[in-house]
């Protein structure tokens, strides 16, 4: 008898003699779809080379400079090697790594103070001395934090005057976004088949625009300005002097 409420899944009876018996396992079809759906950053952020340098021109970074890197994959995607060429040897890297707090966050859903999934306040500069640090960059943690008033006001806090602060997110979640995948039968397929085994449904990703962090920011920045690229946004803004 059909399922009443089929899914992706609901019809791969069809394919065991192809892929075997596994395919019919929830559990193996729950561990396949996590193992392609995640662990994706790295990959991406390599390919995209061009917004990367864009996000270190903007940070205007020099050599010396103390530096705080807060993110998920930071060291994966490249960016402590990257930073550290630009800085060199006398410079300072600080990592705030939160992609198994961000995974965590997602599986248990935990909900932050704005009502978003997998967000949270973002306390681990607390122990920084103001104005610590040449420059700040948030490269794909934008959309974890539950407070981006907050989390912009303390990392501003620990920065120089006259410095720039930079965000860069690859885009996952956010009405456009939806959109583009509910635009096309094969990505609307794939994307429902892997997320109704990951354990959260892609409709609740936490996002933040770019103009919800403009408004974020307002006062707080000067001449702050946003980008986006094939679905990477990028804020940046200085630290009035």
């Known amino acids: 008898m059909a399922d009443k409420h ?42 995209a080379d061009v917004i990367r340098e864009l996000i270190y021109d903007r940070m205007e970074l020099r050599r010396g400079d103390k530096v705080l890197l807060l ?11 990257d930073v550290r060429e630009r800085i060199g040897a006398e410079g300072e890297i600080r990592v705030i790594e939160i992609l198994e707090e961000a995974r965590q966050a997602y599986f248990t859903r935990r909900i932050g103070v704005g009502g978003q999934l997998a967000t949270w306040r973002f306390n681990y500069t607390s122990d920084v001395p103001d104005g610590h640090f040449d420059t700040v960059a948030c490269l794909q943690g934008v959309q974890h934090t539950d407070d ?56 609740e990703a936490p996002y933040y625009s770019p103009e919800d962090l403009l408004t974020a920011f307002d006062g707080l920045v000067e001449d702050p300005h946003v980008f986006e690229w094939k679905g990477i946004e990028v804020f940046w803004g200085r630290k009035p002097a």
Not at 27 to 40: D, T, Y
Not at 71 to 81: H, L, T
Not at 190 to 197: D, P, T, Y
């Open 148 to 203: 981006w008033l907050a989390t912009g006001t303390e990392l501003l806090r620990i920065m120089k005057p006259g410095r720039r602060i930079a965000l860069g997110e690859i885009v996952l979640g956010g009405h456009e976004y939806m959109s583009k995948i509910r635009s096309d039968m094969h990505i609307e397929y794939i994307f429902e088949k892997l997320f109704s085994r990951i354990g959260w449904n892609l409709e």
């Open 6 to 47: 089929p899914t992706p899944w609901s019809f791969q009876p069809w394919d065991v003699k192809l892929c075997g018996e596994d395919i019919l396992d929830e559990n193996e079809q729950k561990r396949w779809a996590r193992a392609i759906f995640l662990g994706g950053l790295p990959y991406m952020w390599r390919k």
């Open 71 to 81: 993110g998920e994959s930071i060291e994966p995607c490249g960016f402590v090697d």
